[in-house]
Nanobody, 126 residues
């Protein structure tokens, strides 16, 4: 059974950094996409950054380009999201999810992802 465990959320001041981790288990191959999604209060869930675990191809939403970095540790089956220069608009529950590999790279399109972990709350104070 595929399981995803997200961790690393917390409270940080604007301008600060956090690193989220998504530990994956139960996969029978490493050719899948892992995505980080977030949902702020009153807003729809949105893809933030996604990575193909086998090939390392990445995708970033425009709102986080240049501030966030996604990476993976293959031996640990873990995907990280390094978040720098955080601002209050980044406050949300962050989820990691897994899905089949995108044809042209990870799409970060939520409905494609069929395995979801519990969220971790990130709060950025001004």
């Amino acid at each position: 059974e595929v399981q995803l465990q997200a961790s690393g959320g917390g409270l940080v001041q604007a301008g600060g950094s956090l690193r989220l981790s998504c530990a994956a288990s139960g996969f029978t191959s490493d050719d899948y996409d892992i995505g980080w999604f977030r949902q702020a209060p009153g807003k729809e869930r949105k893809g933030v950054s996604c990575i193909n675990f086998a090939r390392g191809h990445v995708y970033y939403d425009d709102s986080v380009k240049g501030r966030f970095a996604i990476s993976r540790d293959i031996p640990k089956n873990t995907v990280y999201l390094q978040m720098n220069r955080l601002n209050p608009e980044d406050t949300a529950v962050y989820y990691c999810a897994a899905g089949p590999p995108g044809t042209w790279g990870p799409s970060c399109y939520g409905p494609v992802y069929d395995k979801w972990g519990r969220g971790t709350l990130v709060t950025v104070s001004s």
